[in-house]
């Protein structure tokens, strides 16, 4: 069986970590490859790789580092579909939808290509006689990003396209459960000339990440993950000193107004909210229709939609949906239904007993749909991150909005309308960090930025975009004058132009 290497220094090496884990085919059930777990020690040493390709990439003019990131760009467009099965292989998305996240991942190297124009400084002349002062925004050194499973091209790639491109080295620490892709790209980063050091990859888990958030050289941490680790990864890489972006879990609401075209919110609620099983932090969890007429209108177009959903392997072209990650979060999210149902929600299509013939150890659920979910379950409050969405019925806007700025997560969230003065109001008024207006799954494109508000993201940095240049850069402004000009004798008092 494959055991997969780290990579740092330009080389794929072996761990020696006597812990290992393996990685499964979600769709058989099988074990198709073997991760060593890395140590403190071995993260130390791809920490001393990445600082000593630091001090040249740092330096090297910005035009010279693009022009790898170009070709890199390329090379991904060239080998996409062995980059999508080798993520459907672990994760079990369908090959269109793995294909869908490295495309949104290779539009941060398109934005990572104009880096030169993005670390453009300001320059003021005259600020007092004869001084000049400009800001220039700098690398940081080493960062480091650790991944979730769920995306596991595209999200690290929210990462060090922008980290590298700005002048920093970059230490991926990917989700155990799907390393392969991550490995593929990272020998396409080595192929587009990339010098050594500049991108690593070590794999692991808390022991490594305990390491990442503790080492002393490692200036800033990007995480992408549930809002438990989120904060503590946050909570202890800020108390070493680190700057730290840490984006958590989600519960995504969308409205449905009674003047909704229904057609089209039903469509929207099947991709948002069974698209890649559920499994996507900008999933649709849950469904508001507002008024009862909406809502028992909503509830009989989705259920026969919802059964009659196509679950597959990802070597299935027609499938809509695949597989769950693993057997435990297989056995979470039918444990959250039974808990639903228990609760008193009325479900209306119950996922938990489907099996698929030739795959029956793969880990499969069923679409499932609730109705009458209220806002003191179980199902409500949490994140269950399967192919599970709820309906919550709400007596006006008010009540749905009030219910959306109440909960503890806000990621994303959409309004399916036809009333503009409905749409701008929801827009203003949502604590919610991405939102839709007829849009289901608003994340934003390459040269905008994502994050949620509240327990969906800890730091002040949203992800990629802007924010990403500027989380992973610091600002320096120079203040200078030439010694011609400076008048003999000392000034004490504050410098002004008064
Ligand atoms: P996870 O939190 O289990 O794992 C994320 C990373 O943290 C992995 O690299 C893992 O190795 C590491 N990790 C896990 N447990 C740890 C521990 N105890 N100490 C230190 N490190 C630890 O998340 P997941 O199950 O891989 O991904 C799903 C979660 O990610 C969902 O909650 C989803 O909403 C969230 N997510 C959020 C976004 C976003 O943009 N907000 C995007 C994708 C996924």
């Known amino acids: 069986m494959t055991i997969i290497p780290n990579a740092f220094g330009g080389a794929k090496v072996q761990s020696k970590s006597t812990r290992s884990q393996p990685v499964y085919n979600p769709a058989t059930g099988e074990a198709i490859a073997t991760l060593p777990l890395s140590t403190a020690a071995e993260l130390d040493e791809v920490v001393q790789v990445a600082k000593q390709a630091a001090v040249s990439w740092g330096t090297t003019p910005p035009l010279r580092r693009v022009r790898h990131m170009f070709k890199f760009k390329e090379l991904l467009d060239r080998h996409s579909h062995d980059i999508a099965r080798a993520i459907s292989s672990e994760h079990g998305k369908t090959h269109a939808d793995a294909f869908g996240e490295l495309a949104r991942g290779i539009e941060v190297v398109d934005f990572a290509c104009g880096i030169p124009h993005l670390l453009k400084g300001e320059f003021s002349r005259n600020v007092g ?208 239904i039974d808990l639903g149902v228990k609760e008193g929600a009325e479900l209306v299509v119950d996922g938990r007993g489907f099996a698929l013939q030739g795959y029956e150890s793969g880990y499969f659920l069923g679409g499932t749909l609730f109705d009458h979910v209220t ?54 008024r949502i604590e919610v960090g991405m939102v839709g207006i007829n849009v289901p799954l608003p994340v934003p494109v390459a040269y905008h930025s994502f994050g949620g508000w509240k327990r969906s993201l800890f730091g002040d940095h949203s992800i990629y975009g802007p924010e990403g240049v500027r989380f992973y850069t610091r600002l320096k402004t120079i203040t200078s004058r030439w010694m011609t000009s400076i008048r003999a004798g000392a000034d004490f008092n504050f410098p002004s132009t008064k």
């Open 129 to 336: 006689p004869d001084i000049d002062s400009w800001s220039d925004r700098q690398p940081l050194g080493v960062v480091a990003g650790i991944t979730p499973f769920n995306f596991p091209a595209m999200v690290p790639m929210w990462m060090y396209p922008i980290a590298i491109a700005a002048g920093n080295t970059f230490i991926l620490k990917p989700s155990e459960r799907d390393p392969s892709a991550p490995m593929l790209i990272w020998d396409l980063f080595h192929e587009a000339g990339f010098p050594a050091g500049v991108l690593n990859i070590v794999h692991g888990d808390k022991e490594v990440v305990d390491a990442i958030l503790d080492h002393p050289d490692i200036k800033a941490v990007s995480f992408v993950g549930s809002t438990a680790i989120a904060e503590y990864v946050y909570t202890r890489g800020t108390a070493h000193g680190k700057r730290v972006q840490a984006l958590g879990g989600a519960k995504n609401h969308m409205i449905v107004m009674p003047d909704a075209d229904m057609d089209k919110a039903v469509d929207a609620l099947m991709g948002a909210g069974y698209g890649s099983a559920g499994e996507r932090c900008m999933a649709i969890a849950v469904a508001v229709p507002i008024g009862e007429k909406t809502a028992n209108h909503l509830v009989e177009a989705l259920a026969p939609k919802v059964r009659g959903l196509k679950i597959g392997p990802s070597t299935d072209p027609d499938a809509e949906m695949g597989p769950v990650i693993t057997a435990d979060a297989k056995r979470k999210i039918s444990g959250l």
């Open 375 to 428: 806002k003191d379950m179980t199902i409500y409050r949490q994140e269950i991150f399967g192919p599970v969405l709820s309906v919550l019925r709400a007596n006006s806007y008010d009540e749905a909005v009030d219910l959306i700025n109440k909960h503890e997560y806000g990621n994303g969230t959409a309004i399916f309308t036809r009333d503009g003065d409905a749409a701008r109001a929801f827009a203003d």
